[in-house]
């Protein structure tokens, strides 16, 4: 599992163990749109740093973990909350319908 995890040019020190790094990193030959591809069972959002397990095949009913369902890692808290607050405090009343800084899209507002 390590090895083709760095085969894919992933590094398991930034993700929480293994198990989640394997299967954020999967990367589907036939499936282009990682939410058409029913072996898609793990899902990373970066903006709020949360995990969650992908219905097959589907996206938009994703059920937030907070463990490794393989190992009982502790995943990071997310940060959903705190990015909600932090564009309210910019002026941002919507953010999910409004254009926001590019930095909101992926993690590199709570990495900065």
């Known amino acids: 599992m390590a090895n083709e995890i760095r085969e894919r040019g992933f590094s398991i ?6 198990h989640i790094t394997y299967y954020v990193t999967f990367n589907c030959e036939q499936h282009p749109n990682r939410y058409e591809c029913p ?3 793990i899902d990373y959002d970066a903006r709020f740093d949360e995990y969650s397990i992908a219905p097959r095949g589907g996206h938009g009913n994703d059920i937030m973990i907070q ?9 990071p808290a997310s940060k959903r909350d705190l990015w909600f607050k932090t ?25 900065s």
């Open 13 to 18: 020190a930034n993700f929480p163990c293994v």
């Open 39 to 41: 072996d898609i069972i």
């Open 67 to 75: 463990y490794c369902p393989w190992c009982g890692k502790k995943l």
């Open 87 to 111: 564009l309210e405090s910019l002026g941002y009343d919507d953010p999910v319908s409004q254009e926001i800084p590019k930095e909101f899209e992926t993690d590199e507002w709570f990495q």
